[in-house]
DNA sequence: AGTACCACCTGACGGC
DNA sequence: TGCCGTCAGGTGGTAC
C-alpha cells in the first residue's frame, strides 16, 4: 500500500513511539531487503544508538541516528513497521526487527521483500543520488504547472513517475484525477490553467485528508474513488461503473463520465 | 523521454 | 479439496 500518505502515517507512528531509546540489538531476517548496506555494517551502526527525528521524502522515511547518519526504509508495496512489547506481537513477515533496552521492539514487516533497509548521511543528499523529484505534499502551484508544462506522456505516467513528482503511486494518482475530473491519459502540457489549478487543489486536498485519516480507505470520504476500486463498483458520484484502464504499465480505476478533461 | 514488458517475491482469490 | 492462473497500492532494467 505504501505511497506518500501511508509513509508519512508510518512515520508519525515512529516519532512517536522510537525516539530516545537506546537500541540493544538488531535482527536481519533477510538480507535481501538490505541497500547498499551489509548486515554487519548495519548492526555495528545501530546497536548502542538511539533514534533521533524521523524525516519523510516522497515514498522514503528517514530516521535520525543520534551518532550521525539516517536509517533509510523504504516499504515497497506491502510494508510496514509495527511497534509492539511482547515478543508475540511481532508482525508476520518481520524482516528487520530493533529491540530497545527497554524491552520493546520496532520490526518493519515486508511480505513480498520489496522493500529497502540502507544508510545514508544526509536525506538531501540521498534524495538526489536517488534522482528523486520534489515531494508530492510540498509541491506549490508554480512548479507543478512547471513539470506539468514540460512533460511529454500521459498525466497519470507522470504522476506515478517518482524523478518528477515524488510520492504518488497507483492509488492516489487515480484519486487525484478522479476528483479532478481529469483523463488518466490526458497529454499534461495541453491542460488548460484552469484544469492544472483543479489538479493541484486536488493533489493537495487528497494527500492532506489521506494523512489525516491513517491513510484508512474505510475512513475515507465517500465521495472518493479509492473506497470503491474495484471490479463491478459503481463511481462514488452515482454515474455508472467504474472501469478499469492501464496506462505506463500499470492498472488503474476511473469513471469515464466523471473524467473527461483533457481525454485524448 | 516515455512506454511496454519483464523481473523481483509472497499470498489471496476465483474458476475449474 | 487441490491446482492453476491472475492479480496486488513498490521499483528497476531493458528494448524500442
Known amino acids: 500500500m505504501p505511497e506518500l500518505p501511508d509513509v508519512e502515517h508510518f512515520r508519525l507512528v515512529i516519532q512517536a513511539t522510537s ?3 537506546r537500541i540493544a540489538s538488531v535482527s536481519i531476517r533477510r538480507k535481501e531487503i538490505l541497500d547498499g548496506v551489509s548486515a554487519p555494517r548495519l548492526k555495528k551502526t545501530l546497536q548502542g544508538n538511539r533514534f533521533e527525528e524521523t524525516g519523510r521524502h516522497a515514498k522514503f522515511l528517514f530516521v535520525k541516528l543520534e551518532r550521525g547518519g539516517w536509517l533509510v526504509l523504504h516499504f515497497g508495496m506491502t510494508g510496514y513497521p509495527k511497534y509492539y512489547r511482547d515478543e508475540g506481537d ?6 528487520f526487527v530493533v529491540d530497545f533496552k527497554n524491552g520493546h521492539h520496532l520490526a518493519l514487516s515486508l511480505q513480498r521483500l520489496l522493500g529497502r533497509v540502507g544508510l545514508t548521511e544526509d536525506p538531501a543528499e540521498f534524495v538526489e543520488a536517488q534522482g528523486l523529484g520534489p515531494d508530492a505534499a510540498s509541491l506549490d502551484l508554480d512548479a507543478f504547472r512547471d513539470i506539468l ?5 500521459t498525466i ?15 492509488v492516489y494518482g487515480d484519486e487525484v484525477l478522479f476528483q479532478a475530473g481529469v483523463h488518466p491519459k490526458a497529454t499534461p502540457r495541453d491542460l488548460d490553467d484552469d484544469v492544472v489549478r483543479n489538479l493541484h487543489r ?7 485528508k489521506a494523512v489525516d485519516v491513517k491513510a484508512d480507505p474505510e475512513k475515507m470520504p ?5 473506497p470503491a476500486r474495484g471490479a463491478g463498483n459503481a463511481c462514488p458520484r452515482s454515474c455508472g461503473p467504474l472501469e478499469r484502464i492501464s496506462v505506463s504499465g500499470r492498472n488503474g480505476w476511473w469513471c469515464p463520465r466523471c473524467q473527461a478533461r483533457g481525454k485524448p
Open 222 to 226: 465517500r465521495t472518493w474513488l479509492t
Open 90 to 95: 511481532e508482525p508476520e513477515h518481520a524482516r
Open 156 to 170: 497519470k505516467g507522470l504522476f506515478l513517475n517518482q524523478s518528477r513528482i515524488g510520492g504518488l503511486g497507483n
Open 19 to 21: 525516539l530516545h531509546k
Open 202 to 208: 486536488a493533489l493537495k486536498r487528497v494527500l492532506k
Open 149 to 153: 508544462g514540460c512533460a511529454r506522456g
